[in-house]
């Protein structure tokens, strides 16, 4: 199973960015998906999901309403929009399969992190 994170980058406040994670190795189409994120000296917090379906979502209260998770199973894919940015959202952002829950262990595999950092 892989899951390769892309689209990080260095944006300003109040900029944009896109978020992808592909997968492979797996019926992704069946699988809950997760963004997750981790930033230096904190523990890694849960952020949005998605049901495999794509019918349900579930945002953090930090992210409601500025991000937004998509999926398109042809691909293979999800997505994380990520709008009107702000400093404390810099982070390394990882994609997880497995589960809509905001518990890391929840997850059955992880992609390898990419990098967001937004600056003041």
């Known amino acids: 199973v892989q899951l390769q994170a892309s689209g990080g980058g260095l944006v300003q406040a109040g900029g944009s960015l896109r978020l992808s994670c592909a997968a492979s190795g797996l019926t992704f189409s069946r699988k809950d998906m997760g963004w997750f994120r981790q930033a230096p000296g904190k523990d890694r917090e849960f952020v949005a999901s998605?049901?495999?379906?794509?019918?349900?979502?579930y945002y953090a209260d930090s992210v409601r309403g500025r991000f937004t998770i998509s999926r398109d199973n042809a691909k293979n894919t999800v997505y994380l929009q990520m709008n009107s940015l702000k400093p404390e959202d810099t982070a390394v952002y990882y994609c997880?399969?497995?589960?809509?829950?905001?518990?890391?262990?929840?997850?059955?595999?992880w992609g390898q992190g990419t990098q967001v950092t937004v600056s003041s």
């Open positions: 998605i049901r495999w379906r794509g019918a349900s979502t």
């Open positions: 997880a399969a497995g589960s809509i829950y905001g518990r890391p262990n929840l997850y059955d595999y």
